[in-house]
T-cell receptor, first 110, second 114 residues
Framework: RKEVEQDPGPFNVPEGATVAFNCTYS??????FFWYRQDCRKEPKLLMS???SGNEDGRFTAQLNRASQYISLLIRDSKLSDSATYLC???????????FGSGTQLTVLP | DAGVTQSPTHLIKTRGQHVTLRCSPI?????VSWYQQVLGQGPQFIFQ???????GRGNFPDRFSARQFPNYSSELNVNALLLGDSALYLC?????????????FGQGTRLTVV
């Protein structure tokens, strides 16, 4: 089993829609989680950090389910500019590195 | 404040050649990590340096090496390039050496090996 797994998509949604991505992680001791956004051929940019049950920032909500070992990212009122690949990160507690999922591709359609 | 800067942005090399990639972290950050990202995959960890010492190494061959300088900038070196080394190489800067700390990426160096 991969350490971090994501549905690769692609998710194609109309503008204004609500979309949710799930990410499962294998290390039950993981404490910190991150969502990064990556535009085509660009670097990943930190979107949200999750240290407890969840986090909310405007249209974006991240929720953590420790019992089932998954993190979700909810995007409300999708904008064209939300089109990107969303990368989930779930590092092991003692790890030096970020452990990335393969990413979920989102396309918001006009 | 400047973010993480990497150079060069693009590079084309021939098989068997050597390449050096450079990274300057965010001011005040002492940790630099290197990642390789191939198309369709998430970034894969190569090295972490903190306070000029190697603190972590990913599953990459010995052809890959790195170092960190007193000003916390870093170099990634790859010897005997293979076609499979073609990828986006990303440098990440963070305050601590923990993988549970927020990390910020440079724009990357896109390496093409022909």
């Amino acid at each position: 089993r991969k350490e971090v797994e994501q549905d690769p998509g692609p998710f194609n949604v109309p503008e204004g829609a609500t979309v949710a991505f799930n990410c499962t992680y294998s290390n039950s001791a993981s404490q910190s989680f991150f969502w990064y956004r990556q535009d085509c051929r660009k670097e990943p940019k930190l979107l949200m950090s999750v240290y407890s049950s969840g986090n909310e920032d405007g249209r974006f909500t991240a929720q953590l389910n420790r019992a089932s070992q998954y993190i979700s990212l909810l995007i409300r009122d999708s904008k064209l500019s939300d089109s990107a690949t969303y990368l989930c990160v779930a590092p092991a507690p003692s790890a030096r590195q970020l452990t990335f999922g393969s990413g979920t591709q989102l396309t918001v359609l006009p | 404040d400047a973010g993480v800067t990497q150079s060069p942005t693009h590079l084309i090399k021939t098989r068997g050649q050597h390449v050096t990639l450079r990274c300057s972290p965010i001011s005040g950050h002492k940790s630099v990590s290197w990642y390789q990202q191939v198309l369709g995959q998430g970034p894969q960890f190569i090295f972490q340096y903190y306070e000029k010492e190697e603190r972590g190494r990913g599953n990459f061959p010995d052809r890959f090496s790195a170092r960190q300088f007193p000003n916390y900038s870093s170099e990634l070196n790859v010897n005997a390039l293979l076609l499979g080394d073609s990828a986006l190489y990303l440098c990440a800067s963070s305050l601590t050496s923990s993988g549970n700390t927020e990390a910020f990426f440079g724009q990357g160096t896109r390496l093409t090996v022909v």
